[in-house]
């Protein structure tokens, strides 16, 4: 095991909520923290309805990080519509490019890796949506197979496959080419729903799931099939990532307010877990600059950029 420690955190300005404020003492590899400091914000793990954790966070989170371009939804509180930003920066700072509104929450979204117009967003109402910047009318496709509210959708980084990969409430990972009207295949094996699902960017065909079954998951295009399942946390698993510079090291982040890294060689034990964040981890990224530089963002209110000293490639 590692050692790693935080170098410091960003914490989001909210005039509804305190602002918790992280500690600067370096963390000690692998220590135990007390199951009561982990209270996910949306109740136990083990239910088996639906979770509505957007619903249920923390009073003021707001309802996405914000990125470029932006999915949202207008009334988090509530089920509505939602609106996809287009955000564009200039001298001044960023603007509004364009708007294009949706009939339910938009939950993620993810640009072609072959055309800088076009860009697919998943929402809760099952589809996903197929949207061209250049033109202000509607979405160019949708596509509706879920049946649950669709939480995940990534591009592949191989520019030579026009391949998009979603995951759903519905507890199935769809694989979809955006020229054809229908999905190409449908992974199963998790357990709950699924929170992220991502492409390595290193092996072709290759992308991985996080649940809230509390597992990782590699799967493989072209078996079809999964070919590593690795029980990652005692909780829900919200987020993963891989690393730009290691095919076989990839991170997720989980109710239990943990990060954890992952050796796909030997998934017996994490190669590093890191702690800090005191509610669930919404979002974990490996910094594509630096091969042991990570952020996150919690429930928490605050974004914490992480380095892990002494990570083997």
């Known amino acids: 095991m590692e050692d790693a420690y935080w170098p410091g955190s960003l914490s989001l300005f909210l005039k509804s909520a305190p602002i918790p404020q992280p500690s600067d003492t370096p963390l000690s590899p692998m220590p135990t923290l007390p199951e009561e400091e982990c209270v996910s914000p949306y109740g136990p793990s083990d239910r088996s309805d639906p979770p509505q954790h957007l619903e249920n966070r923390p009073q003021g989170h707001p309802s996405a990080c914000s990125f470029v371009p932006v999915p949202r939804r207008q009334h988090p509180a509530v ?28 939950f993620d979204v993810t640009w072609s890796e072959n055309n800088e117009h076009v860009l697919v967003t998943c929402s809760g109402d099952g589809s996903l949506q197929l949207w061209d910047t250049a033109k202000p009318t509607g979405p160019l496709q949708v596509y509706k197979e879920h049946t649950q509210e669709v939480y995940s959708v990534d591009w592949s980084q191989t520019r030579g496959e026009h391949l998009v990969v979603s ?23 998790h357990e709950s729903v699924i929170y992220s699902t991502i492409w390595s960017p290193h092996i072709p065909g290759c992308f991985a799931s996080a649940s809230g079954d509390q597992t990782l998951r590699i799967w493989d295009v072209k078996a079809a099939g999964v070919r590593i399942v690795v029980p990652a946390h005692q909780a829900e698993v919200l987020s993963c990532d891989w690393c730009k510079y290691n095919e076989n090291l990839l991170v997720t982040g989980a109710v239990d307010c943990s990060l954890r890294g992952w050796d796909l060689r030997n998934v017996r034990q994490p190669v590093f877990e890191l702690l800090g964040h005191t509610y669930a981890i919404r979002r974990v990224k490996f910094s594509p600059f630096h091969s042991s530089v990570l952020a996150s963002c919690s429930y928490d209110f605050t974004v914490r950029w992480l380095t892990v000293l002494g990570m083997k490639r």
Do not use: A, M, Y
Request: hydrophobic letters at 35%.
């Open 79 to 106: 089920r509505g519509c939602g609106t996809l930003l287009i955000l564009d920066q200039d001298e001044s700072g960023l603007r509004i490019f364009r708007s294009f509104d949706w009939n339910d929450g938009l």
């Open 167 to 189: 995951g759903s409430w519905d507890q199935t990972v769809k694989l979809w080419d955006p020229n054809v009207g229908k999905s190409l295949c449908t992974f199963r094996g």
